[in-house]
């Protein structure tokens, strides 16, 4: 049987095989096993033995509460209408990642975050708190002392501070209590899913695995997911991820894209991004605004009072405006030179290249963050 082509679709397989590649990635850095992952984990504690730097017991109840709870849990009665003046206590967010495979009696680090008005967490200690998953299951225990990397100091109505004093860290404070479960290799089959959707660089991932382990271990379903087929027993599975995550695969050039913060008028551009012949003109208007004061005094014995007057004055400049020809194909290069040709600022480039867009010229995808 004779198979025909049409020349369309001829020439869109040569412009995929000469597109061009970039330089050659892990895999493991372009891609991630589907399942294996981090669970955010978050509790409520209590910091105590704070230096009367804790919560203002007055404008924070909740600290309050929560120590009450915790006295009566450990037997302790308060008699009813009992107000506490609490300096060394502050109540906390305790914040963790749970990591993939974790198993109980690991250790994590945790961060220790002041939800009231405590002044600074030095010094103190996280009693035992609970952390939930997001199915408010508890996975980890944590507790030990809290390590603030800034430091402050007050006298006289004067402070310095260094750093911030309401968070802190504790190196492997929290211990895992419950596994989660993970369904790695179910059927004999894992899944690979890009960072970025690119449908060249899923193609090249299914060429690259098939190449090394042989026709029909991997398929793409899509843009960004991949099926790779794996062996069926756990130490062979680990021997082969391995393998397959230390692949070396050329993705798909990036899209042309500029990125433009509008707050700060920061712009990025990759190296795709291009220019049509176009020219690009610019110029600068400046208002400057200065006001003197100016004392009439009066003469002696004349009675008259002093007088204090404003004198204004208005400066207008305007900066000749240049005009500057971008060659058509212009790379990031002669981009950026073109426009400190002008005199652009960034807040200029921002307006200059909305306009490049939308007279057709640049050929990029715009961005505001």
Do not use: W
């Not at 020349?7 to 892990?26: N, V």
């Not at 090249?204 to 960004?224: K, M, Q, S, Y």
């Not at 006001?291 to 204090?308: D, I, M, R």
């Not at 200059?352 to 995808?365: C, N, P, R, Y």
């Amino acid at each position: 049987m004779t198979m025909r082509f049409s020349t369309p679709l001829i020439a869109l397989c040569a412009a995929l095989l000469l597109a061009p590649a970039a330089q050659a990635e892990r895999l493991k850095d372009l891609a991630s096993i589907g399942g294996v992952r981090q669970n955010q984990l978050s509790g409520y504690g209590i910091v105590v033995g704070l230096d009367g730097t804790g919560d203002q017991t007055t404008q924070t109840p909740f600290t309050v509460q929560s120590i009450v709870a915790m006295l009566q849990q450990k037997g302790v009665n308060l008699p009813a209408g009992t107000s506490l003046q609490l300096k060394n206590v502050a109540a906390v967010m305790v914040t963790a990642s749970l990591p993939a495979f974790a198993q109980p009696g690991q250790t994590i680090d945790i961060t220790v975050s002041s939800i009231g008005n405590a002044k600074s967490l030095r010094g103190g200690t996280l009693v035992m708190t609970p952390l939930q998953g997001a199915d408010n299951q508890v996975y980890a225990m944590a507790q030990g002392n809290v390590l603030v990397g800034g430091v402050g100091a007050s006298a006289g109505g004067s402070q310095v501070q260094v750093n911030h004093l309401s968070v802190g860290k504790i190196s492997g404070g929290a211990t895992v209590e419950r596994a989660v479960p993970n369904s790695l290799g179910a059927g004999n089959q894992i899944k690979l899913e890009l960072n970025t959707t690119d449908f060249l660089t899923a193609s090249r991932v299914v060429e690259a695995v098939n190449n090394h382990f042989g026709p029909g271990i991997a398929t793409a379903l899509d843009g960004r997911v991949i099926r790779v087929m794996t062996p069926s027993s756990s130490d062979q599975r680990v021997a082969f991820l391995g393998i397959l995550e230390g692949l070396d695969v050329s993705p798909a050039v990036s899209a042309a894209k500029v990125i433009m913060n509008a707050r700060t008028g920061s712009v990025v551009m990759n190296q795709a991004v291009t220019l049509e012949q176009c020219a690009i003109s610019h110029g600068n208007l400046s208002v400057t605004i200065s006001s003197e004061p100016q004392v009439s005094q009066p003469n002696a014995l004349s009675k008259g009072k002093t007088v204090v007057s404003q004198s204004a004055q208005v400066e207008v400049k305007k900066d000749l405006g240049k005009v500057v020809l971008v060659k058509g194909g212009a790379n990031l290069a002669e981009v950026v030179k073109a426009m400190n040709a002008i005199g652009a600022s960034p807040q200029d480039l921002l307006a200059i290249l909305q306009a490049l867009k939308a007279a057709g010229s640049l050929h990029a995808e715009l961005e505001i963050i």
